[in-house]
């Protein structure tokens, strides 16, 4: 329950970030750090696990900026949510 609590939030603010205007949060979140990664296998990014979220939801940036389609579709695998329950 508290993992898909973290994905409905993660989804909730790559949803509110990617409908905001041009703005520094933005920039940062598409920021790519360049050089190498450490050795051994590297950790995911918040990136690619709000990739993994999206799919896991069928979603797409697209999505993000029809706000009503997005919440209902994010908030679809949490009854918690859908009731307005936090924590």
Request: hydrophobic fraction near 30%.
């Given at each position: 329950?508290?993992?898909?609590?973290?994905?409905?939030?993660?989804?909730?603010?790559?949803?509110?970030?990617?409908?905001?205007?041009?703005?520094?949060?933005?920039?940062?979140?598409?920021?790519?750090?360049?050089?190498?990664?450490p050795r051994g296998r590297?950790?995911?990014?918040?990136?690619?696990?709000?990739?993994?979220?999206?799919?896991?939801?069928?979603?797409?940036?697209?999505?993000?900026?029809?706000?009503?389609?997005?919440?209902?579709?994010?908030?679809?695998?949490?009854?918690?949510?859908?009731?307005?329950?936090?924590?």
């Amino acid at each position: 329950m508290t993992a898909l609590v973290l994905q409905q939030n993660r989804l909730c603010w790559y949803g509110h970030v990617l409908r905001k205007k041009d703005d520094w949060v933005k920039k940062c979140m598409e920021y790519e750090v360049e050089g190498p990664r450490p050795r051994g296998r590297p950790k995911m990014t918040w990136r690619e696990v709000v990739k993994k979220d999206c799919q896991a939801h069928k979603l797409n940036k697209e999505d993000a900026m029809d706000r009503s389609k997005w919440r209902s579709v994010k908030d679809k695998g949490c009854p918690m949510i859908r009731m307005g329950v936090s924590g």
